[in-house]
């Protein structure tokens, strides 16, 4: 019903809606006035922490997807290697995992049949086992000897939003406890970056309350055949992330691609007045953004129609903007916790458009509890 909406037309909507309470709710009590993460339910105890030799986070689908930031993260700040591996392709490959791994696997449900027999595969090889999620007392958490739950609240729309961008807070810290348990990273580093996690409920709110730039473009790309997304680093993953929305929800032809990966191969779909997205960096000291400024000059070059997330202040995109979506100004690698809600809010509208059921795409469930 209307009610149990919210007054919002789809759960979906009223989901996206809720992530800065969503996300406020996942940082809840991780931080101490001493300055101290602590992870309550991380039953490994610290001594095996700091044993760890190799990380494979394990998910699929929009989870997978908080993976790959996952990585990004948890390599920079623990300088432990991470893998991510897709649940469905993990146990059929015979992967090298024992004593001194730690399997990350995330899933919204808990429920998801390819990441239980993944995990349950982990475990066989005495791989330690910590999920990410978001359903309490669900099956992947029990079977697993750590969690961390994500407190978004039930997600009703089968469309993964604030389940996605909690599991992103709930990696975030999860690197940087394992950074503050092993020494990689100094107490005024953490200070700095949990700061930084703690501003993001107020700057999500924010994209949300400038989003009506974001609804015009879904009626107005509603008839598109095909939209490209473009990303790097993170913004890769949120670049796949937009394309999965797409398709899942408005049955639009979507692609996500690490835009230097253009030249190899993708350029070739380029065509006059293709749609094309593209996350932007935010402005630093490394070359990622201007590589990125000049992924946008080939594509709009080709005759792209670009679309492009990039945050206040940065005007070096401009001229090969056709459409600008301005993001609050974040560090890098917490960049998708905002990058991520135009794209949600642009599947969810141009479903909405097109007379699709947004809660209930077709095809689809939920969890996904066959293999
Ligand atoms: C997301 O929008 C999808 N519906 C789907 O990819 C989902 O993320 C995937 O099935 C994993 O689900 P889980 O997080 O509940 O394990």
Redesign the pocket.
Known sequence: SAAEKGGFDWFMRKEIYEQPRAVADTLLGRYDSDGALTLDEIRISEAELRQIDKIVVI?????FYAGLVAKYAIEHWTRIPCEVELASEFRYRDPIVGPTTLVVT????GE?AD?LMAIRHAREQKARVLAICNTNGSTIPRESDAVIYTHAGPEVG???TK?FLTQLVACYLLGLYLAQVRGTKYGDEIATIMHELEQMPALIQQVLDGIQPVLDLASEFADEPSVLFLGRHVGYPVALEGA??LK?LAYIHAEGFAAGELKHGPIALIDHQLPVFVVVPPQGRDMLHDKVISNIQEVRARGAKTVILVEEGDEEVTPYADVLIRLPRVSTLLQPLVATVPLQVFACELATRKGHDVDQPRN?AK??TVE
């Open positions: 998910a699929c689908g929009t989870s995330i899933s919204q449900s998801t990441t089968v469309a993964s389940g999965l929305k899942e689809l969890s996904v």
